[in-house]
DNA sequence: TGTAAATACCTTGATATCAAGATAAATTAT
DNA sequence: ATAATTTATCTTGATATCAAGGTATTTACA
């Protein structure tokens, strides 16, 4: 049996509801606890670079969404906003602050009259070009740290939890 | 070689990536890419069970880190919101409305003037006994389809990824 | 060809959250 | 004992988000 080198504050919790309610099987919540604390703190990590280029996490990802669609970087609005995973409303309000960034610019659909296209300027194309290298680099030194293995679990077991829940998700 | 059964949505934007700018090394999206929308889709799932109690998940976290804490289920607002890694000014607004639901009640702290102790009420702490319940078997549900060594292999993975971000966080 | 149904947004109203600043009490350093 | 500093909240103002509902188009099909 190999001994924790260090409690992390799932641990505690976790501490605490088996000491409260030891009739709950409670370890489900140290899988689900740690997924939540981790994504929250990474998001704190990307924010600092996002902030270096004057961007916002989410305004990140719509450009990012429209760069790695290819040229002419131009996709209409449910395409976005299903991606991203965000309402139709949410949507429309950030496109309304990019556009009055100069970030993106709308334009009729000659295919279909109810969506008006949303292309990346080059103003937001120079920008989402040069955020995107300072965030990969980003993230290739948060993750530096962990050993290997340990990566490589973790992968594995993200794409068995990612490929569970849209499956069920789409049912 | 292992054929993968099933690309996910996040394999579908790296290979957009890739073919976008083949020049960077965007293998650590993928890995933040699954953890982030994970938990995005597992909120989802939690939010049923919390719904049919009447509550949110913001309600969950509050009355679940009063109750855990053991009787007589009282903390101080600085214990709360630095455990839900929220700001001092949002627990403002989650007590109030905690308060005028009946849930919790304040009372003034003996040892320190400043603070206003929270406290489960009787409904409060009925209604979180029952709601953990529900939510500990919801998620033992949600975890069921993975394979006992993706969920290990997850596990192992998280406590590394955690470990490493609060550690670098209390820095 | 007309209609009914579905789709693609956009608008509106209500929440939840945060950052920054204000206030009051406790602690620390003279 | 005082003054300076730190701590614990709460307040305020700005954002981001969603759910629900409205409008204009498109699609399906009788």
Request: with cysteine; glycine share 6%; net charge negative.
């Amino acid at each position: 049996m190999k001994a924790k080198q260090q409690k992390d504050a799932v641990d505690l919790i976790l501490d605490q509801w088996e000491r409260e309610r030891p009739d709950l099987d409670v370890t489900p919540m140290g899988t689900l606890g740690r997924l939540k604390r981790s994504a929250a703190l990474l998001q704190r990590r990307l924010d600092v670079v996002f902030a270096e280029f004057g961007m916002t996490l989410w305004e990140f990802d719509v450009l990012a969404t429209l760069r790695r669609s290819g040229a002419p970087y131009c996709l209409a609005p449910t395409e976005l906003f299903s991606t991203l995973m965000i309402t139709s409303g949410t949507m429309t309000h950030r496109l309304k602050s990019l556009e009055s960034s100069g970030l993106v610019e709308r334009q009729a659909n000659p295919d279909d009259a109810r969506s008006k296209l949303v292309k990346l300027t080059d103003k937001g194309l120079d920008l989402i070009n040069r955020t995107v290298e300072a965030h990969v680099d980003n993230i290739h030194g948060i993750l530096a740290p962990l050993a290997g293995s340990d990566l490589q679990a973790l992968d594995q077991g993200l794409v068995a939890m990612l490929g569970m829940l849209e499956s069920a998700d789409e049912k």
